[in-house]
T-cell receptor, first 112, second 109 residues
Framework: SQTIHQWPATLVQPVGSPLSLECTVE??????LYWYRQAAGRGLQLLFY??????ISSEVPQNLSASRPQDRQFILSSKKLLLSDSGFYLC???????????FGDGTRLSIL | GQQLNQSPQSMFIQEGEDVSMNCTSS?????WLWYKQDPGEGPVLLIA?????ELTSNGRLTAQFGITRKDSFLNISASIPSDVGIYFC?????????FGTGTRLQVFP
C-alpha cells in the first residue's frame, strides 16, 4: 500500500534562517506531488505541485521554493525565512489529475 | 487563493444527532472530495464523488455530488464523539484541488 512521510513533524527556526522540509511517497510510481500551507483554523492553500521529476508549478508568489529531485521525493525550501512563513505545511500525493489527494501528517513550522 | 464556500462554519451537537454540511462554488467541478482533519494531523479522505448526482456512503457518512456540479453535501448519521474534527470539501477539475473553508464539528456526550 502507498504511504507518505513528512519530516520533521515540528520545527522552530529563527527569522532569516534557511528551511528544508522533505516529503517522500512509497508504494507508487510517478505520483503527482503537492505542498500546501494551512494557517491556524483555516483551509489549505496550494503552494506548489509537480507532475514529474524536475517539474514544479508555483501557485503563489512567495519566499519559498520546491524541488523534486527524485520521482517520489518532494522538498520545500527557503533561503531566508520570514515571520509570515509560520504555519502548518502539508505534503500530498495523487495518482493523477482528478484523483483524490492523500496527505502526510504535516510539519508545524514556527518562526521566532 | 480561491476557496469554496462551506457551511456551517461550526456545529455543536449532541452525540446521536445527525449532521449536515454543504459546499458551494461558482465554478463547475469534475470531482468532489470530503476530508476530515484531526488537530495536528493531515486531512484524511472520507468520500470521493466523480459524477453529477452521485450519492455515495462510507459507513455513517453519506455525500452527494450536486446535479449542477457546483455543490456537494455531506451527512453524518448518529454522531459519536470521535466525529469531532474539521471537515473540508474540495473540488477538482484539473491537477489542483480547491478547498472549502471547513466546518468545525463538536460532539457532546
Amino acid at each position: 500500500s502507498q504511504t507518505i512521510h513528512q519530516w520533521p513533524a515540528t520545527l522552530v527556526q529563527p527569522v532569516g534562517s534557511p528551511l528544508s522540509l522533505e516529503c517522500t511517497v512509497e508504494g507508487t510510481s510517478n505520483p503527482n506531488l503537492y505542498w500546501y500551507r494551512q494557517a491556524a483554523g483555516r483551509g489549505l492553500q496550494l503552494l506548489f505541485y509537480s507532475v514529474g521529476i524536475g517539474q514544479i508549478s508555483s501557485e503563489v508568489p512567495q519566499n519559498l521554493s520546491a524541488s523534486r529531485p527524485q520521482d517520489r521525493q518532494f522538498i520545500l525550501s527557503s533561503k531566508k525565512l520570514l515571520l509570515s512563513d509560520s504555519g502548518f505545511y502539508l505534503c500530498a500525493w495523487s495518482t493523477g489529475s482528478n484523483q483524490p489527494q492523500h496527505f502526510g501528517d504535516g510539519t508545524r513550522l514556527s518562526i521566532l | 487563493g480561491q476557496q469554496l464556500n462551506q457551511s456551517p462554519q461550526s456545529m455543536f451537537i449532541q452525540e446521536g444527532e445527525d449532521v449536515s454540511m454543504n459546499c458551494t462554488s461558482s465554478s463547475i467541478f469534475n470531482t468532489w472530495l470530503w476530508y476530515k482533519q484531526d488537530p495536528g494531523e493531515g486531512p484524511v479522505l472520507l468520500i470521493a464523488l466523480y459524477k453529477a448526482g452521485e450519492l455515495t456512503s462510507n459507513g455513517r457518512l453519506t455525500a452527494q455530488f450536486g446535479i449542477t456540479r457546483k455543490d456537494s453535501f455531506l451527512n453524518i448519521s448518529a454522531s459519536i464523539p470521535s466525529d469531532v474534527g474539521i471537515y473540508f470539501c474540495a473540488g477538482d477539475n484539473t491537477d489542483k484541488l480547491i478547498f472549502g473553508t471547513g466546518t468545525r464539528l463538536q460532539v457532546f456526550p
